[in-house]
């Protein structure tokens, strides 16, 4: 499982055109699903997104987690994170997880979110999503589980 984060003023997700999301100070957090992720490493990146002390603090230290500054979560799915590149012009997607089970474990993690008190809002699983960001700073964290 891979996780792209970015620390965002806002953000949103757009489907033909449509607004299906949008969320203030927070982290947009971009998820890869590969084979054989479980619930338990969903689990345990969620807790490392939560509390991944990104914000700033009053002297400018990253001291401050998404938990402290009551900020929101919007998830997209992105399997193109598993991209496997090693070999010709055209990447491969064969380490990313089924659509069906990765659509569950997708879910598993924004409740993960919401279970922990934090706003979360996703997009559409599975569609071609237009994703607006302001990234503030700009702050962007990779995380494997």
């Keep these: 499982m891979k996780a792209v984060i970015q620390r965002v003023n806002k953000a949103s997700v757009k489907v033909n ?11 947009l ?4 699903i590969k084979k054989g992720d479980t619930e338990n490493q969903i689990k345990e990146l969620v807790k490392k997104c ?20 009551k900020g929101e979560a919007l998830v997209v799915s992105q399997f ?17 997880e089924e659509p069906e089970r990765a659509r569950n474990l997708y879910e598993v993690f924004m409740e993960n979110l919401n279970q922990l008190g934090i706003l979360t809002k996703g997009g559409i699983f ?3 999503m237009l994703v607006s960001i302001e990234n503030n700073g700009p702050v962007t964290i990779i995380m494997e589980a």
């Design 50 to 69: 939560a509390n991944l002390r990104v914000f700033e603090d009053d002297c400018g230290k990253f001291n401050l987690s998404l938990i402290d500054i």
């Design 29 to 32: 957090i971009l998820l890869g």
């Design 80 to 96: 193109t994170l598993l991209a496997d590149t090693a070999k010709g012009r055209r990447p491969s997607f064969t380490d990313a």
């Design 17 to 27: 055109n449509e607004l299906i999301s949008e969320i203030n100070k927070g982290l």
């Design 126 to 128: 599975g569609e071609r």
